[in-house]
C-alpha cells in the first residue's frame, strides 16, 4: 500500500539540475552585474517551477532543489557558528575529477544562532501542495572530512567537547526548522558509506581518528540532535558514496556499520545507494529492525541519463525483500541529481523521466 507519511514509496534525496535562468543568473551575481536581490528574484521563480513539476510528475514531497546552495553540504555547515568557509586550501578528489578549492575550518566554538535555510524552507512550504522536504547535512559530515587538522586545537582541545557542541548546534537547528513548520527533515550523510571502504578509513587514520570508534559517536551525535523532535516530524538520512558531475568517491557494502546505522540511530528512515556494485549486496538489510523504520531502496540511477528498465528494478525490490519486508521499502534515485551546482552529467528532461518512472513503479509494486 501506499504510504501517506514520509518517506514516500515514490522519493527523491532532494537536488535538482540547476536550470539555465539560475546559471546565467547566479553567474552574473558573481560577476557583480546583478544584486543579491536579483539573484533571489531569479531563484524565487525557478523554484516554484520545479516545485510544480514535481508536483505534476506525482511526487508527494517536494524540495527547492538546493537551488540556493553552491554544495550540499558547505552552505549549511559554514552558516553555523564558529565555522568558517575558505577557498584555495582544499579540493575534493572523486574518481577522475576534483571540486572546486573550497573546504571548512574550525574556527570557533560551533553553534546554531540563525541560518538562512529556515528562511528558504519558508520559502518552499508556501509555495507547495505536496509536503515539503528539507535537506541539510548531517552532523558526522562537520568532523569526518575535515579531521583534527581543521578544528582549532585553541577551541577544542578534546574532540569530545567538539562533538557535544556539534550536536547540540543540530538540535537548535532541527528545533528552528521544526518551529518552521518542517515535518520531513533529512540529513544527508557521506560518512556512513566512507566508514565502509578501507581507503576512506585509512585516510581517516592518517587525519589521526580511529574509524572503528566512530559510527557510534556520530550514532549518538545525530541521536542528541533529534531527540526533542515533534512527533509528527519524519527524520531520513542519505547515506551517499559521493556524488559530483556523476563521479564518486567511496566503494564497499553496508555490512560494517549496519548494525549500528539501522539499530541505533533512531531515525525513521534510510537512503541508500544500490544503483551500482559499489554498493555491495542487500544482505546488511537483515539487520532492519522489524517495524516502522523505512528502507529507500536507490535503484535509480542519478549519474546518467539512461532509463532503467521496470523489470529489472521490480527484481532488485524482490532481491532486497529476501531480508526486509516489502512494507519497509520505498523507491528514490540513489542520490540528487545536483549535489553541487554543476550537476550531473544528464539532461533535465532525463532527470524527470527517472522521477516520473519511480512514481510509476511505486503505483505498481505497492498497488
Not at 571540486?99 to 571548512?104: A, D, F, G, I, V
Not at 521544526?178 to 556512513?192: E, F, H, P, R
Not at 542519505?238 to 564518486?248: A, I, P, Y
Amino acid at each position: 500500500m501506499q504510504r501517506t507519511t514520509p518517506p514516500y514509496r515514490a522519493d527523491h534525496v532532494g537536488s535538482i539540475l540547476r536550470t539555465a535562468p539560475l546559471k546565467e543568473a547566479r553567474a552574473r551575481r558573481e560577476a557583480g552585474e546583478i544584486s543579491a536581490e536579483e539573484l533571489t528574484a531569479v531563484e524565487d521563480a525557478e523554484i516554484r517551477k520545479i516545485v510544480a513539476k514535481q508536483e505534476e510528475v506525482g511526487l508527494q514531497l517536494a524540495t527547492d532543489g538546493e537551488f540556493r546552495r553552491s554544495w550540499w553540504h558547505f552552505d549549511f555547515l559554514a552558516g553555523l557558528d564558529g565555522v568558517e568557509l575558505v577557498t584555495g586550501e582544499k579540493s575534493i578528489q572523486f574518481h577522475g575529477i576534483q571540486t572546486k578549492s573550497q573546504s571548512l575550518n574550525i574556527t570557533g566554538k560551533v553553534g546554531f544562532s540563525t541560518h538562512p535555510m529556515v528562511e528558504h524552507f519558508k520559502f518552499l512550504k508556501a509555495n507547495c501542495n505536496v509536503t515539503p522536504k528539507m535537506t541539510i547535512p548531517s552532523p558526522s559530515v562537520l568532523h569526518f572530512r575535515l579531521g583534527r587538522n581543521s578544528i582549532s586545537r585553541d577551541i577544542y582541545p578534546d574532540m569530545e567537547t567538539f562533538f557535544a557542541d556539534t550536536a547540540a548546534a543540530y538540535r537548535k537547528a532541527v528545533a528552528a526548522f521544526a518551529d518552521a513548520g518542517c515535518k520531513y527533515l533529512q540529513l544527508d550523510d557521506t560518512v556512513w558509506a566512507y566508514l565502509c571502504s578501507e581507503e576512506q578509513c585509512e585516510q581517516a587514520r592518517q587525519r589521526g581518528d580511529e574509524p572503528y570508534k566512530l559510527a557510534d559517536i556520530y550514532a549518538d551525535m545525530i541521536n542528541h540532535a533529534i531527540a526533542e523532535r515533534p512527533s509528527d516530524m519524519a527524520i531520513t538520512m542519505h547515506v551517499c558514496r559521493g556524488n559530483f558531475r556523476s563521479s564518486w568517491i567511496s566503494e564497499g557494502g553496508y555490512e560494517p556499520v549496519a548494525d549500528v546505522m539501522f539499530n541505533k540511530v533512531n531515525i525513521n528512515g534510510y537512503f541508500l545507494e544500490y544503483d551500482t556494485d559499489r554498493a555491495g549486496g542487500f544482505e546488511p538489510l537483515r539487520f532492519v529492525p522489524k517495524g516502522d523504520k523505512q528502507i529507500v531502496l536507490g535503484l535509480i540511477t542519478s549519474k546518467s541519463g539512461t532509463l532503467e528498465a521496470k523489470d529489472d528494478v521490480k527484481r532488485r525490490i524482490e532481491e532486497a525483500t529476501q531480508y526486509v519486508d516489502l512494507e519497509q521499502c520505498c523507491l528514490s534515485p540513489q542520490c540528487g541529481f545536483a549535489s553541487t551546482e554543476e550537476g550531473n552529467v544528464l539532461t533535465e528532461d532525463q532527470q524527470w523521466a527517472k522521477l516520473r518512472e519511480i512514481v510509476e513503479l511505486s503505483q505498481e509494486v505497492w498497488k
